[in-house]
């Protein structure tokens, strides 16, 4: 059998806890068999909810916690005064390496924040990346980053080519993945300062396959499978798409109910339909990993239901079994 | 009668010209007698297609032009080489004052050079930001810049929230319109730098409404009605827009053809959809601004068709009877 993953998990965090978040948990362990789950929150809430499903002995485990950091709070301050909270007694686990990973649909910045602060950087990263996996017509790409790191440097940028395309490869399973930059053109004399200085550092970077500049058009068209940007441009993609993508669908959904022959329509291409729009569903593909951690620390959607926690549990595996960490070390010359 | 508004076109520019370019004056010439269009480009190709259609006598005139721009060329170069391209021809009858606007379809780099070049910035307009509208679930929003100016800087940004709230009262109709500025979080101390810095001076700015932050996740939904952001972020924000709407749109499509019965289905539905996404469909709206130029510059989608042509050319009217250029002057204490 191969090795025991330790996932620490925040029971406490995002719109639907404890409940979804905990029913992730029973479903990640009933599917496979090297993860153990330490649930992380309040010791009764979290066995209300346990009590309600049977899983394998042992392979959900409780870590009390008291306190909840909440969605509004300034993270550095919640991170440093909050010691009993979910998400730092979670870090803590992976810090004291009694884990492989912690996961949180909680508050994006502390989770942010106290994932360089707790379980700290791999020496020699400088900045540490969110790096969510979107759904595009081809399949998924990754968006690398996207709200760790506003007014990122070149040198930055490069790192985050080489671990957003050593996860895209071992993680995602993309072979030898192409890494382009997210541009206002497709010509390399186009750009803003940052991607002007960045673009010839990609260009001649053994380490990547890479494919020049992307433009956000052509991101849902599956044109790249790791796409460099700093945080601020990544995040503002990554909010389009969910917006765009969210205001289509209602609208849509409003046409297919306006009227008894449209609702009729709607019924006979709902199937159909369903199954298109699941590709699309970034649900489907886990959270976001902090990449270049001495541990993994991954970002679940604050709105996170039982079957994205359950995907986010178990791309912990391949994270460890492919040794990311390791393999981040060596392309990085650490 | 109104005063006559002359706007030159460019007939060579884009994906459809001459052909749809020239439809599109045919059509706004016989919605609106205050309108004169000035065609440039080659005489012959104009020809064919005028000859096509009948108009109000001497609505239409023909300027020559022996030159095309095209959409890879490096602006700069092009602008100061092509003396006899459609786009120098027509910027130039903005520059005589022959005309009061120019509008193209072709290359976008090449009209924001020309822009600024021939018909020259406002006195004390520091960036002439490139501002398209786009569809909200609400109605429309204004983005602006979207591509004129890389790493602006806060003063930059001011600007572009004064010119972008008075062309959508003005122009676009929108009484006392909201402006935001695009971030990564809703709360003040977010942002990046250049965020961080402008934040207070729109908040301190007694010529807009200003409401505070937007997420990209918000604007589809129709939260603000300018929103002020550097030209790189709104960029992005664009044209993620367009490509997540035409991928999620090829995808359903594909969906509803799939089976006899959903291909039933989608007959059934087919009236309310096209209702629906027709408010989605940005060239109904004409094209994007450029603001702050002696004179109005609009750059339309390059694939754009005669509809969004026709409703460019009439915009026009509002953007000359309303005097938004005089109105810049004032609110820019210029």
């Known amino acids: 059998m191969s090795e025991m993953v330790n996932v620490a998990l925040d029971a406490m965090g995002g719109d639907n806890a404890p409940g979804e978040i905990i029913a992730g948990a029973v479903d990640a362990v009933g599917k496979r068999d090297n993860i153990t789950v330490h649930l992380v929150g309040d010791h009764d809430a979290i066995q209300n909810e346990l009590k309600k499903y049977s899983y394998p002995e042992g392979r959900i485990k409780q870590v009390d916690s008291t306190e909840v950091i909440e969605t509004g709070e300034p993270p550095v301050m919640a991170i440093r005064t909050k010691k009993d909270s979910s998400i730092v007694v979670g870090l803590n686990l992976v810090r004291a390496k009694e884990c492989d990973a912690f996961i949180s649909a ?88 940052l991607v002007k200085e960045t673009y010839p550092m990609l260009k001649t970077c053994p380490d990547i396959n890479f494919g020049g500049s992307i433009e956000a058009r052509d991101i849902a068209e599956g044109e790249a499978d790791v796409i460099v940007c700093e945080a601020f441009a990544g995040n503002v993609a990554l909010k389009m798409y969910e917006g765009v993508g969210n205001v289509l669908l209602s609208e849509m959904k409003g046409a297919m109910m306006a009227t008894p022959f449209t609702k009729l329509g ?28 001495n541990g993994l620390v991954v970002k679940t959607h604050g709105n996170a239901k039982r079957k994205e926690v359950s995907n986010s549990i178990i791309q912990c595996i391949s994270f460890k079994e492919e040794k990311i960490n390791d393999r981040i070390k060596e392309k990085l010359d650490i």
């Open 106 to 193: 909680g508050s994006s910045g502390a989770v942010l924040v106290g994932g360089q602060l707790i379980v700290g950087r791999i020496r020699g990263v400088e900045r540490p990346p969110l790096a969510p996996v979107i759904p595009t017509k081809k399949g998924v790409s990754l968006l690398v980053d996207c709200g760790a790191n506003v007014d990122a440097r070149p040198s930055h940028m490069l790192q985050f080519a080489k671990m957003g395309s050593i996860y895209m490869e071992y993680v995602m399973g993309v072979k030898n993945p192409k890494v382009s930059i997210l541009n206002i053109g497709a010509e390399e004399e186009k750009g803003n300062a």
């Open 266 to 293: 709607a019924l006979l291409i709902k199937k159909s339909l369903k199954e298109t729009l699941k590709r699309f569903d970034a649900t489907e593909y886990g959270g976001a990993p902090l990449l270049g951690l």
